[in-house]
């Protein structure tokens, strides 16, 4: 058993040091430099300069990215929390329907989902052509607006959270809120004092969920708008990679990386933890 | 069944009127507003893929509105029809082969790394534990350009190159953590006294392993294959990044360049409907496969469910 780990884990290992080492030696663009001493720091001050600097146009790109993703995932924990807390607690004889239901978008591609709300959307299509039956016109949904990226994301990552928080919901015992509302609390108290303290940690790990592939996102906003207004630092990273500027492409999702770290290490050491309580 | 009978019996006497005078409310009524809430959300999230699928089916070129039913952009047209262009049909066997590749290499890998994690102790295997778990949570564009790196400068691997060999390792990579993580929640629960008593009894250790572990984590391993399976059919990620030319262009990659390059028509709903039918298949012979393998537990539907979507 141990040397088939050792089989496995050195090329796997190995793989992912690479992969992950390889960036911060990427530093001068389309030659790679491998030795440490030798490296460049041109790349990182472009990167550097971009950021924070006299017209800095990444740093905006990454306020935007910040902004679009917090608002995102805000919505769909507004959207997320109380359908899978319906369906985690009341559902009853419908749970399976429910539970099904809920699941079939995690087995749809993303491109399809995207899709389908391309054709919604299009200036002569049906969501338009109910709107302007009510009167309100038709808008051009998908000229590169920053609501119809923010509707993408929330559409395209809900689901996934929406799994995590209904398996937290549904691991806590009705009969704690039974106790709650037995010692005279109210619907809303008990919710706020007992059935919320108890669905933290599903919450936090949902967010993590989607707000950690969001931050990666290029395709959804491509997609729905393409416009630059709109570009996240997906797209930024993205855009360069078969470019001379890879390397900044480079260093630039080398600093998303480390950004994340924490919240992953978070994520991570919660797994560690959860899997040790259930052992 | 209790708490249910139990709220009939008070939803019965819930037009009591209390002595204040309010009418007394039913403390276990049911949330119709969640329920409603449920529902609508529901409708919002599968609606516009039936209507997508529908619009596979439309006999005109538009994607936004419906003009009669045909078979048009499945094999009716001529040129741009999933059965007569070319780009199209390779693309659905591109991801049939990826898929199988990747399944085939990550979920034997990923079983032993989940032995191998699970037994042996020390900081080595929790490290890796560690590296693993991280590669699930790491944003795959990330983990896409460290690859693409890695097939196109570095020495040694560069002659790989971007291409099918680059997608399949990406794509083990990326999704090794599934079994790994699967089979070993499913040892942990199975406990050591199984394979210690055959030990006992004489079985050396590969014995052990075929005739008793094996078995025994036959569902979980079943389940992460699906898992795998259909993981890869949706990707879209680490195979748009690392796809050379249109000979390893899979599906999800061929719709969102199409359709992002302005040339999308309903041909592109239809390859999509094509990827949903077969997540679907893959989905229900995962669901069926489970059940059966998992006859004689006590696991329900609603259990077999969550298993193959890896949310246990």
Redesign the interface.
Known sequence: MIWLVILFVVPFYAMLAIGEGKLDRQTESPVAVYLPWNWSSANLANVWRDLFGSGAFVGEIAWRTIWYVALASVISLLIAYPAAYFVARFAGRRKGICLLLLIAPFWISYMMRMLAWIDLLQTNGYINKALSFVGLGSPDWLGGHWYTVIFGLVYGYIPYLILVLYAGLDRIDPSLIEAGRDLGLGRATTFRRVTLPLSRQPILTGMLITVLPMLGDYYTNQLLSGAPNTSMIGNMIEGQLSTPSAGQGAILSLIVLVVLLVPMIYYVVQTNRAAQAAS | MS??AIRRKVSATSDVATPRGRRFRN?WR??WF??G??WL??VW??A??A??VL?SFNKGK????YQGLSWRWYWGDKVNSIWHNPQLHSAMFETLKLSAWTTLIAVP?GV??A???N??RGVL?SS????M???F???????G??????FT??PG?RLIGIGNWAEV?GLV?WN?SWPAIIV??RL??IGRQYEEAAADLGCT?WQT?RRVMLPLLTPAIFASAILVF?GV??D??IV??LSSNASNTP??VI??ST??GGN?GPA??AL??V??LL??VV?GLGYLGYRLMTRGQRVD??QA??AI?G??
């Open positions: 708490s249910t403390p049911h949330p969640l329920e809430f449920t959300y529901l999230s599968l516009p893929i209507i997508a619009f538009s994607q936004a509105s890998i032993a790394f032995l191998g994690i037994r042996w295997p890796f534990n560690f590296i778990i991280l590669s949570v790491v944003p795959e564009l990330i983990f350009v460290a690859l693409f790196f890695v400068k570095m691997l390792l990579t090794v070993q929640a942990v629960t250790l392993m259909s059919i949706d879209f990620v748009d990044l599906m999800s719709i969102y359709q992002h999308g592109l709903n999509a409907t990827m949903l997540s679907f989905a539907g609603q469910l969550t979507t949310t246990e």
